[in-house]
């Protein structure tokens, strides 16, 4: 059987960095690990091939090698999905749609042959006899949330790994949390699930085979879900690392409460980890309180930063406008807040009631439910009526974006988060990144309108912390992208 492996089009948003990558001459931010991880599950005999739509085009050619076609994606990525079902159809192909997305039922996929809910480890050889046998139902749903221990290691074969600017490795699954708006724990569920030291060792060994090096995201949705296997795997990924010399620099995603464990965070130090996404979401705690994330409540927001920071992790945080008890001067709290914790990745977003939430069933309780969410929560698009007028919402929601991205505010953040960051795990450098700074020098220094603030700032990032200036080059290259989504009338924002 050939089975074409197909991974549809982000479109431009903060998260698909696509105006940053090109300084980098890549193409996309990481490879499509869960079908990379599916392919690895399905039979040997198969013949399998990948189109990473964020790499390179979908071609009538690789519909027309292909018997059976499969997509995984998030809801994101409905539309570019929606097309590409259409055409497999067209050239009749069978289609079959897994990944974050089934489990949401986004009218996207409406029109795949067969639908898999869930996590596909434990229906996938199943699913793979009925396929050759011509028998495949219309739906198919995991009986159960699968024991990540059984997981196999990725084909990682099947993509290039040059078009990325990251690779990716999952270690768990779920989260012990409530935030009222995630659908992390309705899909994946609350007891988090992880793989093995062994595992996680092997992944690593099968990346620096491949020859990576560089950053490489731990693409959990909470890295310190579970804490107790989290201390057990720590010390094993700094051996590995120093063991190969510490080839990687590594990312990845974590609830707040990372800042209560300073052994946690020494060894994440210690293991190369240089930048961390924390939900953060307001610093108004009557909404917090509002969407359940107590975990936020329990210490100093801004203290909480500053002491990731000084462990030498860069914080990256995500914001949330539009909670019910959000006050009207929630635009100005949340400038002051990134401004004061001197976050220069900034995610800000407007609440999105997404599918099967407890906010989708509150909400809808209370008929306040428009239409479905598109999935990304930074469209000028609310899918739930507000407490606050909709327009002032979405007025100061641009406010804040507009203020947190202009040049001069950001590089000023920038320089303020390197003033505090302490001594980082340097990251190696590779060909590309030379290439970067090039770039960088060209594009930004000489040809932005911004090139009086970029010089400014690399200049005080020369002078005064010198042992930081790769990271504020990057930090540069990412200001970018965000300048770009802001000001030149990206897709969205
Ligand atoms: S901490 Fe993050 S992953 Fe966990 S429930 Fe909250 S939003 Fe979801």
Not at 431 to 454: C, H, I, N
Request: net charge neutral; with cysteine.
């Amino acid at each position: 059987m050939n089975v074409l492996l197909v991974y549809p089009e982000f479109p431009d948003t903060f998260w698909s960095f696509k105006h940053a990558l090109p300084f980098q001459g890549k193409r996309s931010a990481y490879p499509p690990l869960g079908l990379l991880t599916v392919a690895a599950m399905l039979p040997a005999r198969w013949q399998k091939r990948l189109v990473d739509m964020n790499v390179r085009r979908l071609k009538d050619s690789d519909l027309d090698w292909a018997e059976v076609v499969f997509f995984s994606g998030m809801m994101v990525q409905g539309p570019s999905m929606k097309q590409a079902i259409a055409r497999s159809k067209q050239r009749g192909r069978r289609t079959v749609v897994g990944g974050p997305i089934a489990s949401a039922a986004d009218p996207a996929i409406a029109e795949a042959d067969h639908v898999v809910e869930g996590e596909a480890e434990e229906l996938i050889a199943g699913l793979a006899a009925d396929l050759e046998r011509g028998e495949a139902r219309p739906h198919y749903k995991a009986p159960q949330l699968p024991d990540l221990t059984t997981v196999p290691l990725p084909d990682l074969r099947l993509s290039k790994l040059g078009n990325y600017s990251a690779m990716a490795v999952q270690y768990s699954r779920g989260c012990p949390f409530t935030c009222e708006f995630c659908d992390i724990i309705e899909i994946y569920g609350r007891r988090p699930r992880t793989k093995t030291p062994e595992q996680i060792a092997a992944e690593l060994d099968r990346v620096y085979q491949l020859g990576w090096r560089g950053p490489v995201f731990l693409v959990d949705d909470n890295f310190i879900g579970n804490k107790k296997n989290v201390r057990v795997l720590l010390p094993r990924l700094v051996e590995w690392m120093r063991d190969h010399k510490f080839p990687f620099s590594l990312f990845t995603e974590a609830s707040v409460n990372l800042a209560e464990d300073e052994e946690l965070l020494r060894l994440m130090r210690e293991a190369h980890f240089t930048r961390v996404f924390l939900g953060i979401e307001t610093p108004v705690e009557e909404s917090l309180k509002e969407t359940t994330k107590f975990q936020n409540l329990r210490r100093d927001l801004l203290e909480s930063v500053r002491l990731i920071q000084s462990h030498g992790i860069e914080v990256m945080a995500g914001f949330i406008v539009g909670f019910d008890n959000d006050p009207p001067d929630v635009f100005e709290r949340q400038i002051r807040f990134i401004r004061e914790a001197a976050i220069p990745l900034s995610m800000v977003g407007l609440l999105s009631a997404l599918p099967n939430t407890q906010l989708w069933r509150r909400l809808k309780g209370e008929g306040r439910l428009l239409k479905e969410s598109l999935g990304s929560n930074t469209l000028l698009d609310l899918n739930f009526i507000p407490t606050m007028d909709p327009q002032e919402l979405i007025q100061g929601y641009r406010r804040i974006l507009e203020t947190i991205y202009s040049p001069r505010e950001y590089f000023e953040r920038a320089q303020a988060f390197l003033a505090q960051l302490g001594s980082s795990a340097r990251a190696p450098i590779v060909f590309s990144d030379w290439m970067a700074v090039a770039r960088s020098l060209w594009r930004q220094g000489l040809r932005s309108d911004y090139k009086k603030e970029y010089w400014k700032f690399i200049a005080q990032a020369a002078r005064r912390h010198r042992q930081h200036l790769d990271k504020a080059i990057t930090l540069a290259i990412m200001g970018h992208h965000f300048f770009e989504l802001t000001w030149a009338g990206g897709s969205e924002t």
